[in-house]
């Protein structure tokens, strides 16, 4: 699968509002359905799947989130990027902790084989210091997405 024809720049949102991890589900839930990516189950089947598997990560250079449901809320692959105005709670992936996270990468596959594969490139690409630096100061949905496609 070719990551790169996940990433949409309608599915950018830099000044995501949410005083909690719940609001911003139910804030990109209720966009990606608006734009047909996922059906109805989709703000439960993430927030159940995140309770079990929690996806926040502390890379070295940045906090992030991955958060993905099973593949039958998916109606078309994407990764949706979320940067918030306010750090949320979320809990670290393996462990469990709390951890404060900015920047969420909502992850939508319709084949459960390519998760892994998807989930490996974000890590991959959040470890690499040039790119997080050049993520962190674009401020334009356009940038972003041709910094996304270039590097994925």
């Not at 105005?85 to 990468?105: A, H, I, R």
């Not at 989930?119 to 630096?133: D, N, P, R």
């Amino acid at each position: 699968m070719d990551y790169k024809e996940m990433f949409d720049q309608q599915l950018i949102s830099l000044e995501v509002e949410g005083e909690s991890e719940e609001r911003v589900f139910e804030q990109v839930a209720d966009h990606l359905k608006e734009l047909g990516f996922v059906n109805d189950g989709y703000l439960n089947g993430i927030t159940a799947r995140e309770e079990r598997f929690p996806t926040g990560l502390i890379t070295q250079h940045l906090n992030i989130a991955l958060p993905h449901s099973d593949p039958e809320y998916i109606e078309k692959p994407f990764v949706y990027i979320a940067r918030l105005k306010n750090e949320v709670k979320v809990k670290q992936m393996g462990d469990s902790q709390e951890m404060g996270v900015k920047n969420l990468f909502f992850l939508g596959i319709k084949d459960p084989k390519g998760q892994v594969g998807l989930l490996q490139a974000f890590m991959e690409l959040f470890m690499k210091e040039e790119f997080v630096q050049a993520f962190m100061q674009e401020q334009d949905e356009k940038n972003i997405y041709q910094l996304f496609t270039q590097h994925i």
